[in-house]
């Protein structure tokens, strides 16, 4: 019998965390947060031995839990993708010094980052390897470099954890792996499944359109991009475009990219990556930053909500110039100062007790990482599983109803309706 037991990311964005229990072995996947609540949330702690963690990907509503782990004294290896452990690492210390700055302390320290990144065991895509007497196969989720669809033959049932996973190519990535083993059991993300994406070209000419205007009108076009995945696709996008502007990348995109310029198989022409970075100068002070608002220029930095970052800066520099633009790049969650200012042209963020109108051009563009509804339905219907779980979206329970329709046993766990046992 295989007990499963979902510990956050239902029916919503955040904290995912599976505890897969055979009875034989114990494997986690994925041990994340829901970053922008106050307090962070966690995933419900696991009782008990846990013999490995396997993780889809670095972001840390995914990863961002990890170091509790260690925190508690517990030494479990970490399964996944090389690229997947320096970019943790990144996020987390991030984590820590942003929740430092506003007010709150994490239930781990840098001790405990230290110790879980030195947990990590790398594995690669596509080759299949033991785990007691589970078999373990990680394969391309396309979602951003190292991002993983986990396989694994528990002898009674295959099951498949997709992660965050995209099954269109992105300037950045490849796209997820189609061809994969037969699957008993799917746990599927859930993002966009109540929605489908612009046509990817055409919104990348509307980007391109509009930063044009910015720059024709002397303003600066501000970029407000996610540092792992979405900083690079959007620098990827000015360089297919042949954009000639004055480009500059700021905040933990910097970081970021040299992490992913340096795993340059995990990207699909990291060539083009390396042309794309031939025009971008990196922004190293608030001198340099003074002195690039004062000419028309292409400013990409994080954060991609608005929480914080260098990006808070230059808004508070750029908020009265009619002539300058907020290019947003990603989704913003709700109550975030990025989905606030959308909805009411002010900047608002509490912890950093901000509050002020906006009066640059603002628009949120679709580039998304994530399957959208069409792809959702399309690769289910591929796999064609005998049970799915459906998680990680705030329309999860309309889905799993969705895909009933079809034919397909599906499920949406919920707090009171969230262990299953399957013979």
Known sequence: MIRIEFLGAMATVGASGILIDTGREKLVLDYGTKVREIPPIFPIEIKGRVDAILLSHAHLDHSGGLPLFASKGKDIPIYAIDVSKPLTKLLLEDSIKISREEGIELPFNEKDVKLTISRFKEVEFRKEFDLHSAKVTFYNAGHIPGSAQIFLDLKEKALLYTGDFNTIETRLMKKADLKLPNVDILITESTYADRDHRDRKEEEREFIEMIDQTISKNGVALVAAFAVGRAQEVLLILNKYKVGYPIYLDGMAKKATNIINSYRKRIKDPKILDKALENVEYVTNNKMRKKIIKEPSIIV???????????????????????????????????????????????????????????????????????????????????????????????????????????????????????????
């Open 301 to 423: 930095t994080t954060s991609g909500m608005l929480n914080g970052g260098p990006v808070v800066w230059y808004l508070k520099k750029l908020k009265n110039r009619r002539n300058s633009s907020l290019l947003l790049t990603g989704w913003q969650l709700e109550g975030t100062p990025g989905r606030i200012l959308l909805e009411s042209g002010r900047y608002i963020n509490e912890e950093l007790k901000l509050n002020f109108e906006v009066n640059m051009n603002v628009r949120r563009f679709d580039f998304s990482a994530h399957a959208g509804r069409k792809q959702l339905f399309e690769y289910i219907e591929k796999i064609s599983p005998e049970k799915i779980f459906c998680i990680h979206g705030d329309h999860t329970e309309e889905f799993a109803s969705e895909l009933k329709e079809l034919g397909f046993d599906a499920i949406a766990p919920i707090a009171n309706n969230r262990i299953f046992e399957i013979k």
